[in-house]
């Protein structure tokens, strides 16, 4: 046990002795050896701690009463709010405590205990002290703990910019991240008036006719990803130019209570020298090419059943990972917590990272960039993650200063550290899947209604991501208790806010038949199946493209979580037959049923699971199969489209079929052999070509080279392994591709 000096005992309670409150009362202050998780003593008023005697230590709030948590101020500061025992100033799992950070000089440490959770309710009797700390730094906090080693040693901002100016950052070029930085009000994290929730600040951006709103946000010295800043005067604003030319913007800025979440225009006071300035900007064509999103523009939903590019005209069609859910739950991301020890390395995909890529305070995000190198390398498009799992099944990933809330204070070093990734992934062509709440946590804002604390976890989304281009807004995953008006007010929320109108969806849980018809902001649906093999994934695609369109609105349907929560995708080396059921039942159920596409769930059953997953190598083998389809789709210009589903074309059973009637037919033939296709009301003539769905490569030619429309055609055997899956191309002669 380290050495200890003696204290003299000068306890300076804020509350008369004696006195009741509702809240319970704070006792008293105890050092905790971090190593060992042993107590090593009472620390009063007036202590001197040397840190190279100490170590690694933490410090608990023993109470007394009805307490629910303790909310710790350091230096006058909130520094972490705890709503399970123990109390710990720097945090635990489960009793193994965290090490404090503690800075040289005079702290004064104040606990102030709750009687509910997220320091809510009444406040009870508190306990201030004064400590003296000397010596060198002793074993330091996590690298993760940036919020705590903030709060005792504030870093001095790397860049700030001159009250009252804008600078202009970021590639002058269409599609390209545009940055305004405002010299705006000082601020923190956790000063009043509140960042988030007391100033609003819009920037409208016009070039002729076309003019986007777009919501700014509080970005502490504007280089918090580097710094770890919790404050500074700096306000960011980030644009996705859609058209060459000059754009002008101007300002509004505004302060006031809660006045970040008014839509009138009139809310709250202007804030001088910000609030109306303006300027002009010039925008040059883009330079990228290949799979970079820059390169073909936004992805926009165009009121059919799958997204297309604004530049290009092109179509989307998806395929990726779903899991692991939790994936934002880094070691690299500061502030990020390790309940359950599911805190993500990434280290198996160090490897991926390549020179030049984006790193955060020297080498720091390696793993999680190279992991998406990874996914890209393999041709997979598209990957998910949940912003908050607070509540949910990891419960280490949010926006906010703390896991307890409260959740009006959202923390800039970190929500910087995801821009990174999410920018690297929109240059690698990784569509960006917000699963923005999980059935755990679906009223955890508001009780589910569009309060202060939801309307500003989606408008920090909005402003800190928005101009991204390739992502949808998914209002939750199994969601199942939120009312048909919540729901309704959550997409609307997006809707009348994202400057882009990004594509909004919702995942089953509930059917969420009530969202569908054009009374709904709702584009598309997250299909979520239950069968460990797959089956049932093509008919529920179908039948909610169906009920969408027979409803007036056609939806983009995805299956996002293919498979049973136990088995679903297993890894390579303990595949069973779920990579055969998953080609055959899922990966070209969903698209031959005309889906948009689908991302991967691994099952709890099974290493690398949906919370545990660390290395998307595990399921190598599997992607292989995932670019066959998309090379299938895309290499041979099948006007998906414009096709539709319709499996009674075909004789066979056990198979599906997607059409445009007498022009070109897509026949999936999970068993191989033969079958005929229902030509009786085409004309013309027609080829036919075999394509592999196990191992990719050309098309290929079978016994049966053409046919005559007219009726009812045999397409004859495969060019071989004549009873397993093969996708039959059948094209009229002189259709165009």
Not at 5 to 25: F, H, K, Q, Y
Not at 174 to 193: C, F, I, N, Q
Request: hydrophobic fraction near 35%; glycine fraction near 10%; aromatic fraction near 10%.
């Amino acid at each position: 046990m380290p050495h200890v000096r003696t204290i003299v005992l000068t306890i300076a309670a804020l509350l008369p002795s004696g006195a009741t409150v509702d809240g319970g009362e704070v006792t008293r202050l105890t050092l905790v050896d971090a190593k060992t998780n042993r107590d090593v003593g009472s620390l009063e008023n007036g202590a001197a701690l040397n840190r190279s005697e100490l170590g690694a230590v933490n410090l608990r709030a023993d109470v007394a009463g009805e307490v629910a948590s303790v909310r710790f101020t350091v230096d006058g500061r909130v520094f972490r709010t705890e709503s399970t025992a123990p109390f710990a100033l720097a945090g635990d799992n489960q009793g193994d405590y965290n090490a404090w950070n503690i800075a040289p000089g005079k702290h004064t440490v104040k606990a102030t205990p709750f009687s509910q959770s997220a320091a809510r309710g009444e406040a009870g009797k508190a306990l201030e002290i004064t400590v003296t700390v000397t010596g060198p730094a002793g074993e330091s906090a996590p690298r993760s703990a940036r919020y705590e080693t903030a709060a005792l040693e504030p870093i001095a901002p790397a860049e700030t910019v001159k009250p009252g100016a804008v600078e202009v950052r970021g590639e002058l070029k269409k599609w390209h991240k545009v940055t305004l930085a405002l010299g705006g009000p000082a601020a923190s994290e956790t000063a009043d008036p509140n960042p988030f929730t007391d100033y609003r600040l819009n920037v409208a951006f016009q070039n002729g006719e076309r003019t986007y709103v777009v919501p700014g946000y509080y970005a502490a010295d504007g280089n918090a990803a580097e710094t770890g800043a919790a404050a500074g005067n700096v306000w960011l604003v980030h644009f996705a130019p859609d058209q060459i030319g000059a754009w002008t913007w101007r300002a509004d800025f505004r302060g006031g209570k809660n006045v970040a979440v008014s839509d009138d225009p009139q809310a709250g006071e202007p804030v001088a020298a910000i609030d109306g300035k303006s300027g002009e900007f010039v925008i040059a064509a883009s330079d990228k090419t290949g799979r970079d999103f820059r390169a073909h523009g936004r992805l926009d939903y165009v009121g059919g059943r799958y997204l297309r590019f604004a530049e290009t005209g092109e179509w989307f069609l998806k395929c990726g990972a779903d899991a692991p859910e939790n994936f934002l739950a880094y070691d690299d991301f500061d502030n990020t917590t390790n309940n359950g020890g599911r805190r993500k390395s990434w280290q198996a995909h160090v490897r991926d990272w390549r020179e030049g890529d984006p790193v955060w305070r020297g080498d720091r995000g390696k793993g999680i960039i190279g992991a998406l190198n990874y996914l890209a390398s393999e041709g997979l498009n598209a990957f998910s993650f949940m912003p908050l799992t607070i509540h949910g099944d990891d419960k280490n990933v949010f926006p906010y200063v703390t896991e307890h809330g409260p959740f009006t204070r959202l923390d800039c070093s970190k929500l910087a550290q995801w821009e990174i990734v999410f920018e690297h992934a929109d240059h690698l062509g990784l569509y960006l899947h917000f699963k923005t709440l999980e059935t755990e946590n679906e009223l955890l804002l508001d009780g589910g209604d569009l309060g202060l604390e939801r309307r500003i976890y989606y408008r920090e989304l909005i402003a800190r991501y928005a101009h991204h281009l390739a992502l949808n807004w998914n209002l939750g995953e199994e969601i199942n208790n939120a009312s048909t008006q919540q729901k309704k007010d959550w997409a609307d929320y997006f809707w009348d806010h994202d400057p882009y109108r990004h594509h909004i969806v919702i995942h089953n849980g509930a059917s969420h038949f009530d969202l569908l018809g054009p009374g709904s902001r709702i584009t598309g649906f997250s299909l979520q199946t239950n069968r460990p093999d797959f089956a049932g994934v093509h008919k529920r695609t179908l039948d909610y493209i169906e009920r969408s369109a027979a409803a007036g609105k056609p939806w983009v349907v995805a299956c996002d979580e293919p498979g049973d929560a136990g088995h679903a995708l297993r890894p390579d080396d303990d595949a069973g037959d779920s990579h055969i059921d998953g080609r055959k039942n899922g990966l070209w159920g969903n698209v031959m049923a005309g889906g948009a596409g689908l991302e991967w769930y691994f099952g709890y059953q099974h290493a690398h699971s949906d919370l545990t997953c660390q290395d998307y190598r595990s399921r190598d083998r599997w992607w292989d199969v995932c670019r066959h389809m998309l090379t299938f789709f895309n290499d041979n210009k099948i006007p998906y489209w414009e096709m539709h589903c319709d499996d009674s074309a075909i004789s066979t059973a056990d198979g599906y079929c997607l059409l445009k009637p007498g022009d070109v037919y897509v026949v999936y033939l999970k068993q191989g052999g033969d079958t005929e296709l229902d030509l009786t009301a085409a004309r013309g003539e027609f080829t036919i070509q075999w394509y592999d769905p196990r191992n990719g490569g050309k098309l290929q030619t079978g016994a049966v080279k053409n046919l005559t429309a007219g009726g009812k055609a045999r397409l004859g055997p495969p060019p071989g392994a004549r009873t397993d899956d093969w996708v039959v191309l059948v094209r009229r002669t002189d259709s165009r591709r």
